[in-house]
């Protein structure tokens, strides 16, 4: 139900969009975006609510990350500016009922896209 895609190989800098369409997803959902790097737990990114628009971030993306919803295309992105190698990871977005930063609350996961950060 959750399709991720967009990302790809970078330089440090540049900035990236991701996307994550969710096909047969009422709108009564919360989509989040998560990473996950290599050897590292998965981090929650961003919240949105998308019947209101409402958004959530991680101290650690706030400010470079922005989330946001295209309803009548049932697809929510997540623009990335200013990537640092840091960043790298595999992005996965994901759907809730309610607002949680816990992934382990999450019911339906996208199959998440690699993201290359390079110096």
């Known amino acids: 139900q959750l399709q991720a895609s967009g990302g790809g190989s970078v330089q440090a800098g540049d900035s990236l969009r991701l996307s994550c369409a969710a096909s047969?997803?009422?709108?009564?959902?919360?989509m989040g975006w998560f990473r996950q790097a290599p050897g590292k737990e998965r981090e929650f990114l961003a919240i949105i609510n998308r019947r209101s628009g409402t958004t959530l971030y991680a101290d650690s993306v706030k400010g470079r990350f922005t989330i946001s919803r295209d309803n009548a295309k049932n697809t929510v992105y997540l623009q990335m500016n200013s990537l640092k190698p840091e960043d790298t990871a595999v992005y996965y977005c994901?759907?809730?009922?309610?607002?949680?930063?816990?992934?382990?609350?999450?019911?339906?996961w996208g199959q998440g896209t690699l993201v290359t950060v390079s110096s």
């Open positions: 047969g997803l009422s709108f009564s959902y919360f």
């Open positions: 994901a759907a809730n009922r309610v607002v949680t930063t816990e992934d382990v609350l999450y019911d339906y």
